[in-house]
């Protein structure tokens, strides 16, 4: 009998077994452990959430707070909606103006804005237009259908620009592009 007990103590499947069989209930009795101390996390987690929700609830706070906070804030979008409200003429960046067809674009320089890129496009094909320098004079033509601006000064983009702010402050700007 002695010699059985012996020979399964000495056993390496008795050896195997037994450490399997251990391993497997430290890993039950662990994994318990940390899902008991992940619910009990979780459940403070809700008291607390209950706790605020009841604590806001019950707030004592008189309507007319609430009604003058929420006019506050309708306006206060009125005036900022107001403030960053674009002027319609912005659209205004396109017109034949002399005889040649302009485009343009705005620059706001604190409360004003200013025109900048003043582009002449020829008005046979609204091509860009562009300089050539001949022996004197600085030439005004058309890369499109070649057509030369010759003789005729390149017209000053401050004319242009005045002619553009008077169509402005006139509202006479109905060319929009
Ligand atoms: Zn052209």
């Not at 609830?57 to 409200?85: D, T």
Request: with cysteine; charged share 25%.
């Amino acid at each position: 009998m002695k010699k059985i007990v012996k020979s399964i103590f000495s056993s390496k499947w008795f050896y195997g077994i037994s450490i399997t069989f251990l391993g497997v209930i430290l890993t039950a009795i662990f994994s318990y452990n940390l899902l008991i101390s992940v619910l009990s996390y979780l459940k403070n987690i809700l008291i607390n959430i209950f706790g605020f929700v009841l604590l806001v609830l019950n707030f004592g706070i008189k309507v007319w707070i609430i009604f003058l906070v929420l006019m506050s804030f309708c306006i206060l979008f009125e005036i900022f909606s107001f403030i960053w409200q674009k002027p319609d003429w912005l659209k205004y960046n396109k017109d034949i103006l002399k005889k040649w067809i302009w485009r343009w674009n705005y620059i706001k320089f604190g409360k004003k804005y200013e025109i900048l890129d003043m582009v002449p496009y020829c008005p046979e094909c609204d091509c860009n237009l562009l300089n050539r320098k001949d022996f004197i004079d600085v030439i005004a033509y058309c890369p499109k259908c070649l057509t030369e601006y010759e003789g005729d000064e390149i017209e000053n983009e401050k004319e242009i620009e005045s002619l553009i702010l008077r169509k402005i402050n006139k509202e006479e700007y109905g060319d929009k592009s």
